[in-house]
């Protein structure tokens, strides 16, 4: 264990679903129910450690991981992973630590974890802040594309070259740090796994249904989303992130950190109407 800026960091020696990890994790004990931070597809729990550097959480508990095949977590078979054993690692992390109740806060591939624990644990999760998760099949049209190729090469340089290719905040440093943030061998099952969740989970009810405060935050480039006003009409406070798109932690953390606190403070960030009808 190391530590720094009270900020602990850990190894975790679980099995789950017979396959053994080593997780890595970051946490901090403090005041009130902790803060449960799960990283998107490609990134890490790096992407939010940054919380202990923000005045507005001073003293404030949290816990962040290493999804399986991300980061510095081991898992033996890489070949198992998919977004319900990310549901199930998560659990196992919380059991791990003693969380009893918590908030959540996920992007993307995380969101959408985070998405599928609180609809399992409703009496245990406080809040729920979803960055750019995916809700619909709109939200996978590229990798049911990838998936759906036919012409040689594996789906994670596909996807690499069409992001590098493409024009969006933040595309260049997510494509950079792809090789060095996930496995390739668990791309495959992950997309698979998402795909078919967008498509057949009856997402959207599912996060309209949560019996918490919810927030959907999103860059501008994704402002067009056909579901946004269905969501604003939902009770879901919606947070428009400027000057980014799909990652806004990575093009604009300043205003994304600002939108978390004032969830979390129980303030409303004054604001434009940010929802395209």
């Known amino acids: 264990m190391t530590s720094g800026n009270n900020v602990l960091h850990e190894q ?80 196992a992390v919380l059991e791990k630590m003693g969380v009893g109740r918590y908030h959540l806060v996920g992007q993307s591939l995380g969101a959408l974890t985070a998405l599928l624990l609180a609809h399992q644990q409703p009496d245990r999760v406080l809040s729920f802040i979803n960055i750019k998760g995916p809700l619909t099949p709109e939200d996978c049209a590229l990798t049911r594309q990838l998936l759906s190729h036919r012409e040689p090469g594996d789906v994670f340089t596909r996807f690499t ?48 249904a949560l019996p918490v405060p919810t927030m959907y935050l999103y860059g501008e480039e994704c402002a067009s989303l056909s579901y946004l006003p269905v969501l604003d009409a939902g009770g879901v406070e919606l947070a428009e992130i400027p000057y980014s798109g799909h990652l806004p932690l990575y093009s604009n953390p300043v205003a994304t950190w600002k939108w978390i606190a004032a969830f979390h403070a129980g303030r409303r960030v004054p604001r434009p109407d940010v929802v395209r009808r």
């Open 12 to 91: 975790l020696r679980l099995r789950v679903r017979g396959v053994n990890l080593t997780v890595a994790a970051a946490h901090r004990h403090g005041a009130g129910e902790p803060i449960v931070f799960l990283h998107g597809f490609g990134t890490s729990k790096e992407d939010y450690t940054d919380i202990a550097q923000r005045h507005d959480f001073t003293g404030r508990a949290f816990l962040t991981y290493d999804f399986p095949g991300c980061g510095a977590t081991e898992c033996a078979d890489l070949s198992a992973i998919d977004v319900p054993f990310l549901v199930d690692t998560t659990r």
């Open 161 to 208: 070259e069409v992001l590098r290719n493409a024009v969006g905040y933040s595309n260049g440093l997510y494509v950079a740090n792809l090789p060095h943030k996930i496995r390739r061998e668990a791309v495959h099952n992950i997309f698979r796994s998402v795909v078919e969740l967008a498509d057949h989970g009856d997402l959207l009810n599912k996060f309209l």
